[in-house]
């Protein structure tokens, strides 16, 4: 794991799981599309079993976290929040967190920017987040994060010189 000595304006947070086959061509795609910006990379590699991680060219501004095993998308976003930037505290981890990170920041005072991105097809390998029962189980996590936020102390410590 390589570390920055100051932080960049913008961190890529990369979930993987056995993406030896693709890794190479997001990280490349990755560079030119961010070629203009100081960034960081953070690859989280959620346990694979594959040489995704060998496959991980070093760079300077490149960051690996490994995980021992298999422990799901959540987990690896959170993760690489926490190595990226201050809003991390905002958030609660739970499994289905990664749904609900743009709620939880706003609701935390944070302001929200998008940056359009361009999708492609995968050209190798296949996804590991199946249809399943995501959509019960992403409409119960949404009641709970509403219940949440509802919940969310509101404060501010009273300077003494006031």
């Not at 100081?38 to 040489?51: A, K, L, N, P, Q």
Request: hydrophobic letters at 40%; charged letters at 30%.
């Amino acid at each position: 794991m390589t570390q920055q000595s100051s932080s960049p304006a913008v961190s890529v947070v990369v979930p993987l799981f056995n993406e030896e086959e693709s890794i190479g061509i997001l990280q490349s795609e990755l560079r030119a599309a961010l070629k203009d910006l100081d960034y960081e990379t953070i690859f989280v590699d959620d346990g694979s079993i594959d040489r995704t991680v060998e496959r991980i060219e070093p760079k300077t501004n490149v960051r690996i976290i490994r995980f021992e095993k298999n422990t799901g998308q959540s987990a690896a976003i959170y993760a690489g929040l926490k190595a990226a930037r201050e809003c991390v505290s905002a958030l609660i981890p739970f499994k289905g967190m990664h749904r609900f990170i743009p709620a939880l920041v706003k609701g935390a005072g944070y302001r929200l920017v998008e940056i359009p991105v361009n999708h492609r097809p995968r050209r190798f390998g296949q996804s590991k987040y199946g249809l399943g029962n995501r959509a019960f189980r992403a409409t119960v996590d949404m009641f709970g994060v509403r219940w949440l936020l509802s919940r969310r102390l509101d404060h501010k410590i009273r300077e003494e010189n006031e």
